[in-house]
């Protein structure tokens, strides 16, 4: 029974931070309709913020969190607001094509700055021990710090100015700037929010696993999987899809051996598209 019960622990605890990955990029996706092909530098990003802090000054990574996510929103803000929203109504493909050039861009910088080294912050926590299941602290604070970020931004959504201004505009843009909601700065606002959600996720990632841009596509696409499994556009949608994901990973890795649970994963999203493309909680408009 344990060794299923591990299986379960190690799901969740991957989900939690693959939630956390792809819940900024689905927003994104799903209210500017851009594919943010910056999402994995800005995790990676993130990680390196927090490492350097972490080991140049002895900062804790969890209390270099915030100041993470604040340099990633003002990075990502500036962005949308000063170049990304002068061709925000244009094709898809013309969206895809900036923010892929912006991507390399800002890859390139870190590799200059920063080397393709991996890095990781090292923090010896110990681990809990509960029914024959191993769990690592900093894995379990991982876990819960990514589980309320995600719910933080879903209470963002909800219940906040911004955030219903945010889904006014996904629902009708028009209709919303009509309202008298500047279209322009929400569509920047929800751009930072994502990169701030992004680098905030690459600040966990940093504690659990070695960071390094040559990383920065899985993330990418893991974040594209999420989406398609748990549906698009919404926080839930990404809290299911990343659970989800987590769990075939945890399986699949025991099963079939690590080389295969990546494999399983977009198989997975191959299958959902052809027999539920909307995902698992995707709403209509946002297949």
Known sequence: M????????NGLMLGALYACIAVGFSLVWG???????????FI???GYLVYFAWHHFDINPFVTLPAAAALTFLAGYLLQYGAINRVVARPVLTTLTLTFGLDMILYNLMNVSFDATPRRVSLDLGRLDVAGVALPIDRVWVMVLALALTGLLYAVMRGS??????????????AAALMGIRVPRIYAATFGIAAAMAGACGALMAVVFPV?????????GKAFVVCVIGGLGTVPGALVGGMALGMIE?????FLGAQYAVLLGFLVMLALLVVRPGGIMGKKGYE
């Open 31 to 41: 209210v500017l309709n851009i594919i943010n092909m910056l999402h994995g530098s």
């Open 212 to 220: 390094t841009t040559g990383i920065s596509g899985l993330l990418l």
């Open 44 to 46: 990676v990003l993130g």
């Open 161 to 174: 100015r911004l955030g219903r201004a945010i889904v006014a505009v996904r629902m009708d843009r028009d």
């Open 2 to 9: 344990a060794p299923y019960l591990q299986i379960v622990a």
């Open 250 to 254: 945890s399986a699949a890795g025991h």
